[in-house]
Nanobody
């Protein structure tokens, strides 16, 4: 069993950066893959980024030019924490960001696989990110 708690969100101006954290409590965090999802107001939840067990394997959603290269996912298994660094925040990044963990090793690394909620057993409550001037 894992419990996930996200933090690091807030109200920021366009162009700023944020680092979101997902802290897990429970056992065997290092045996779980983790993904970040976000849900913008009035929109469906979408996958943002994925990280494998050791951090070597990562995947980022194809969010078009608006998302390209601005997200960095990492993990520190010693701290049972996964991070999502978001640079050059835009208004369209506004939403609630959730982390999720699953024990299934996912392959191939493609959006249809790594962002399928079916594979994630544990979810956090989310942290709100609002980008506004």
């Amino acid at each position: 069993q894992l419990q996930l708690v996200e933090s690091g969100g807030g109200l920021v101006q366009p162009g700023a950066s944020l680092r979101l954290s997902c802290v897990a409590t429970g056992s065997n965090f290092g045996r779980h893959v983790v993904a970040w999802f976000r849900q913008a107001p009035g929109k469906e939840r979408e996958g943002v980024s994925y990280i494998g067990l050791t951090g070597f394997s990562t995947y980022y959603s194809d969010s078009g030019e608006s998302g390209k290269g601005r997200f960095t996912i990492s993990r520190d298994n010693a701290k049972s924490t996964v991070y999502l660094q978001i640079a050059s925040l835009k208004a369209e990044d506004t939403g609630t960001y959730f982390c999720a963990a699953g024990s299934t090793l996912l392959s191939p690394l493609q959006a249809a696989t790594v962002f399928d909620p079916y594979y994630y057993d544990y979810w956090g409550q989310g942290t709100q990110v609002t980008v506004s001037s």
